[in-house]
């Protein structure tokens, strides 16, 4: 068993850095706080290695939709992070609907470098246009 003190706090600049990254449209800078072997599972998604994670977010935001993160909460437990949100989904096609599902993600962060995140898993949804 392992017992961790977490801490409410507000999002640090990495975390806000990667949605904006995402938000933006850009993929850049942001994804530099993944080590570049960590994993992403994501829903059904099974992503391995910083690269692979950019370019698979990046493919299924060009799946037609402009994506806005909000942070609801963050949580600092020192190896692990939580964070909870909503997305707001605008498709391009203005004929259907804008959703804005809940999101809850687990940042693992890296034990040689904790500024990294070593694994991502985290859930959105459900998400239907």
Request: hydrophobic content about 40%; charged content about 25%; aromatic content about 14%.
């Amino acid at each position: 068993m392992t017992t961790l003190t977490i801490t409410k706090t507000a999002a640090p600049e990495w975390l806000l850095a990667f949605w904006k990254e995402i938000d933006d449209k850009t993929f850049g800078k942001g994804f530099d706080c993944f080590a570049e072997d960590a994993t992403c599972r994501l829903g059904v998604a099974e992503w391995n290695g910083r690269e692979e994670i950019r370019e698979s977010l990046r493919a299924f935001i060009d799946t037609g939709f402009t994506a806005h993160h909000d942070v609801t909460e963050y949580w600092d437990g020192g190896s692990i992070k939580i964070f909870r949100g909503i997305v707001t989904m605008k498709p391009d096609d203005s004929s259907k609907s804008i959703v804005k599902p809940v999101m809850t993600h687990f940042f693992y962060m890296d034990e040689k470098d904790p500024s990294q995140v070593r694994s991502w898993i985290g859930s959105v949804g459900p998400v239907q246009f």
